[in-house]
């Protein structure tokens, strides 16, 4: 049971309240107008220019506080730059970290999965140059260093490094492709490997393995 | 007081939002660079910049005149110098990189004919279809269904089909008569997917594909008189999904 709510007496809001009736006449018994005073503010009102009337709005800016707003916005940019800088390089180093440290082969893969914009249609959007976003994904959680190598990158195991949170079990990276039937593996570790979770396909001229994707424009 | 507050929330915001747009930034020089290297395949750019760095000079030199002459017939340079740069990845030997790919330059010479006229995505989809065996008959009868738009989505399609377990003469055959009877792009797209999916459900391959395709071809409009030289490249024969054995 609320008691809070049962601690407090039903009122009525009829006019047979007292406390209500109260304030009822405490209203009624309010001066009337003053008309000289309306009159004074009135012509008070109407001398003065339209520019510096306020009616409700703010006061015009000068001229010298319009210069400091815009000089603390340009100082705040190239703070911002800055700093922006600082958290985009810190982003590079640690990817070059991660990458100077390959191990060997062995790293197990659990699942793997990449798919173009036939499949994530709705997070794809056209990239300029009729590029497709695609986004490709590798389940590897013992892996140090995982790039996605393809047709679309002259196959070079740097232009590309998957992403991975802390701990995070996947790596993921999103590509602008061009439409096209593309060949691509994953390099795990310095390791080249088909993805496992897509049908593999024999290379003719190499006689090895690759997975292969369908990019269309959305 | 409150005009103050709201400059200074939206200088904070400004401020917050600028490493953001600098990101986003980025991610479209990220874009336009993939774009770059894709795509730097132009008249202007000389050979040897296209060819891998890292890669011999043996091999550098043995390559040069097949892609100079590849360049002389109107071929896509990037799918060989990527494959050569595919090559150099996996260790191949140089003379193993440079018949690859002489090989693959073969086979885009042999598709550009058969589609003619055809763009660089086509010829590059045609060359992979002959590498999955398709026949050049095909190629020609796949250009005649479309005529007058780009060929590579369909191409694409009949080269997984292939390199996924379907025999090229059923892959083809059902290609060909879902472009005669108007599938689009997109249906065919379909078809590969929901094939995919039934493969991984553990059906068939064949059976997938034949099933799927024949759901297709039921919401497709009737079929058209035959076209003079008939599907698989002559002898006038029309073949429905039904003849594609399944088991």
């Known amino acids: 049971m609320d008691k809070s709510h049962s601690s407090f007496p039903e009122r009525s809001p009829l006019p047979d309240d007292p406390a209500l009736q109260a304030v009822v006449e405490t209203l ?121 190598v393809g047709d679309f990158n002259g196959w070079n195991p740097t232009a590309n490094i998957l992403d991975h949170a802390t701990n995070a079990r996947e790596w993921t990276g999103v590509l602008a492709l061009p439409p096209g039937r593309h060949l691509y593996a994953f390099v795990v570790d310095g390791v080249v490997t088909p993805d496992p979770d897509v049908p593999s396909v024999r290379d003719p001229d190499y006689d090895v393995l690759a997975s292969a994707i369908i990019v269309r424009e959305p | 007081m409150k005009y103050t507050t709201r400059t200074t929330a939206l200088l904070v915001g400004f401020v917050i939002a600028t490493p953001a747009m600098m990101r986003a930034q980025d991610a479209v020089r990220s874009v336009s660079s993939t774009a ?134 059923n892959a083809s055959v059902i290609v060909l008569r879902l472009l005669e009877r108007g599938a689009s792009t997109q249906q065919l797209v379909n078809l590969r997917n929901a094939v995919d999916e039934d493969i991984s459900l553990g059906k068939p391959i064949l059976m997938a594909l034949d099933v799927r395709a024949a759901n297709v071809l039921s919401t497709l409009g009737p079929r058209p008189l035959p076209i003079s030289g008939g599907e698989m490249g002559g002898g006038g024969a029309t073949v429905t999904s039904a003849t594609v054995k399944t088991h």
Do not use: C, Y
């Open chain 1, 28 to 148: 009624r018994e309010l001066p009337p107008d003053n008309p000289e005073a309306v009159n004074h503010i009135v012509t008070a009102a109407m001398a003065s220019p339209l520019s510096e009337r306020s009616f409700g709005f703010r006061k015009p800016i000068g001229l010298w506080r319009v210069t400091a707003m815009l000089g603390s916005a340009a100082a705040l940019f190239v703070v911002g730059l800055i700093v922006g800088q600082r958290i985009d390089s810190n982003n590079r180093s640690s990817q070059a970290m991660s990458s100077v440290a390959p191990t060997s082969a062995g790293v197990p893969i659990t699942a793997v999965s990449a798919r173009t914009n036939e499949v994530l249609a709705a997070e794809s959007h056209r990239a300029p140059g009729g590029l497709v976003p695609t986004t490709f994904r590798l389940v590897a959680p013992r892996a140090s260093h995982v790039a996605v």
């Open chain 2, 36 to 169: 770059s290297s894709v795509e730097a395949d132009n008249a202007a750019t000389p050979i040897a910049t296209l060819l891998p760095a890292n890669l011999d000079a043996v091999t550098r030199s043995a390559l040069l005149p097949i892609l100079r002459r590849a360049r002389e017939q109107g071929l896509p340079l990037t799918a060989l110098t990527s494959k050569a740069a595919e090559g150099v990845l996996r260790g191949m030997p140089s003379q193993r990189i440079v018949s690859a790919v002489t090989a693959l330059k073969e086979r885009m010479l042999t598709a550009q004919s058969a589609l003619a006229p055809a763009e660089a995505t086509e010829i590059k989809a045609g060359a992979d279809a002959l590498s999955v065996g398709v026949s050049v008959a095909t190629l020609r009868d796949i250009r005649q269904r479309r005529p007058s738009t780009s060929v590579w989505v369909p191409l694409a399609v009949l080269t997984q089909l292939v390199a996924q377990g379907v025999p090229a003469t």
